[in-house]
């Protein structure tokens, strides 16, 4: 839950579903897909965080004793990222890479990958993006693409159903 107040976000007992929206990121190096991981945002040795198949994580009930879960998390390896908030503010992109622990910049730089020595570039909704990528607004069924290197065969251009 550090790294959730680090983002600026106030970490809850249990999921609150007042705002509650689902952006989708993708993230390629050299053409090949990163696993966006299940449980950023969420502390899944926590007794009150039920495990699903596979890497997910969630279905907090009764609350946890303690703060648990970021208003900006992951369930699973899907790439979607969940808001679940009290207040109806869409998040940020930089607040998720805050608690995913990975660098993310205006430069832009993406984990070690840097522009000018690697190129990184940034999709919303298929569209090119050239604004700091710390800014882009998780909004209902947004699709982010981050492409690393050479770009995957397709840009990823609506998001999944």
């Known amino acids: 839950m550090a790294l959730t107040r680090l983002?600026?976000?106030?970490?809850?007992?249990h999921e609150t579903l007042v705002f509650h929206v689902h952006a989708h990121l993708d993230v390629f190096v050299?053409?090949?897909?990163?696993?966006?991981?299940?449980g950023i945002g969420i502390n899944i040795s926590d007794p009150a965080v039920k495990h699903g198949p596979g890497p997910s994580y969630g279905g907090i009930s009764p609350p946890c004793n303690?703060?648990?879960i970021s208003p900006l998390h992951t369930h699973d390896t899907s790439g979607i990222l969940?808001?679940?908030?009290?207040?109806?503010?869409p998040n940020k992109l930089g607040e998720f890479f805050i608690e995913w622990h990975v660098n993310l910049s205006d430069l832009p730089c993406v984990g070690g990958?840097?522009?000018?020595?690697?190129?990184?570039?940034?999709f919303v909704n298929g569209k090119k993006y050239n604004g700091d990528p710390r800014l882009?607004?998780?909004t209902d069924h947004k699709e982010i693409a981050i492409v690393i290197g050479s770009p995957p065969k397709t840009i990823p251009t609506a998001f999944p159903v």
């Open 30 to 38: 050299n053409g090949d897909p990163v696993q966006v991981p299940a």
């Open 82 to 89: 969940h808001t679940e908030a009290a207040t109806p503010t």
């Open 66 to 68: 303690q703060v648990c």
């Open 136 to 138: 882009i607004e998780l």
């Open 7 to 13: 983002a600026g976000l106030q970490p809850e007992t």
């Open 113 to 122: 990958y840097c522009e000018p020595q690697s190129s990184v570039q940034i």
